[in-house]
């Protein structure tokens, strides 16, 4: 897609993969499409996204998160049919390099340096569970965001505030920090900022203290010390919400852009957003809890959280690389609902 309108999206044949020793050819099998991806394309130069997957000047190869087949291999450390979960471009086939690890494989491709490990690890996985996938799929990784920022923020004592305003509530990465912040046994009300359109499908999730719409920033209490957390990135509703809470405004942090690209001429005022970094999260956290402490505390959560993600939403399976564009156009154009998750398969 081109880097300059997500609109202008196309598809390319790039014809038979050649490998080279030690690499791998997988074909995509299941992978899902939310607003997040839509905000890893607006921040795709800033932030390296477009990095993982080189694609000709000015366009973008799309990046997902879903389960990979290997359909050709020139290492022993990969066999035709093995299957995995890990990061992709919104295409058919993947090459990767191979570099092995305990569970699977990272890809050293030296356009891959410098970027996150999370990102380029890949995890063996056995036969297709189609509903597990899809909700894996869907949920997983924005799940983990969800669950490391209320995590963060408790350890942080929630920066003094007596309330948490979380600005796009029907988003995947905003339903898991609610569901977590719903498993403390203390902590500050949560309250669920959305558009009209989500606004009943929010309130019935049932994981926030109180739910409203955008239109409707105004009745949050000022005089209440809050926390902002902006996943939607709207820059015009986050100097709305800084001015209306002044220096009761105890900490605004900037997650994610599901509104799309922020216009950088709108001024906001008071306290500066600080970005949400989740490996610098994690370090923290490790070095309160212990890793291993941790990955217990994250395992645990996960396999919780992913028992009742069917009941949440509603997972709509769309067919071939030509739907996957087109559900993206519709992503970009603000046309999916909060209760509708999309996974495109072969």
């Given amino acids: 897609m081109s880097r300059r309108d997500l609109w202008d999206a196309r598809v390319d044949d790039a014809g038979e993969p050649v490998l080279g020793e030690g690499q791998a050819c997988f074909a995509l099998e299941r992978a899902a499409l939310s607003a997040n991806n839509v905000s890893y394309a607006h921040v795709g130069d800033t932030m390296g996204y477009w990095r993982f997957f080189p694609a000709p000047e000015g366009w973008g190869a799309l990046p997902v998160w879903g389960f990979g087949r290997c359909v050709s291999s020139k290492t022993d450390g990969v066999k035709v049919g093995q299957r995995v979960y890990g990061y992709w471009p919104l295409a058919e086939q993947l090459v990767v390099e191979v570099e092995l690890i305990e569970g ?9 340096r410098g970027l996150a490990d999370l990102y380029n690890r890949y995890e ?3 036969a297709p569970e189609p509903g597990a996938e899809g909700v894996e799929a869907a949920f997983k990784p924005l799940f983990m965001t969800g669950w490391l ?26 339903i898991g920090m609610a569901w977590t912040h719903h498993q403390r046994e203390s902590g500050p009300p949560l309250i669920g900022l959305t558009s009209k359109r989500n606004l009943e499908f929010v309130k019935g999730l049932d994981l926030y203290d109180a739910v409203h719409a955008y239109e409707d920033w105004a009745v949050l209490e000022a005089e209440t010390p809050a926390v902002l957390v ?18 009761a405004l105890r900490r605004s942090v900037a997650v ?27 370090g923290q956290l490790t070095e309160a809890m212990g890793q291993a402490a941790l990955m217990k505390a994250v395992g645990g959560a996960w396999t919780s959280f ?23 156009r519709a992503l970009v154009a603000g046309e999916v609902g909060g209760a509708q998750t999309i996974v495109v398969a072969p």
């Avoid at 993600?309 to 509603?314: C, D, E, K």
């Fill in 124 to 126: 063996h996985r056995g």
């Fill in 230 to 247: 902006d996943v939607a990135g709207d820059r015009d509703l986050r100097a709305k919400v800084h001015a209306h809470f002044g220096e």
């Fill in 306 to 328: 992913a028992a009742q993600a069917p009941n949440l939403v509603n997972i709509e399976v769309r067919r071939g690389i030509d739907a996957a564009c087109d559900a993206f």
């Fill in 149 to 174: 920022l209320d995590r963060w923020l408790a350890l942080e004592e929630d920066a003094g505030a007596k309330q948490i305003v979380l600005t796009s509530a029907s988003s995947k990465t905003s």
């Fill in 256 to 282: 994610g852009m599901t509104h799309g690209a922020p216009d950088p001429a709108v001024e906001v005022p008071g306290t500066e957003a600080r970005f949400f970094f989740a490996p610098q999260a994690i």
């Fill in 104 to 112: 699977g494989f990272v890809d050293p491709s030296p356009h891959r």
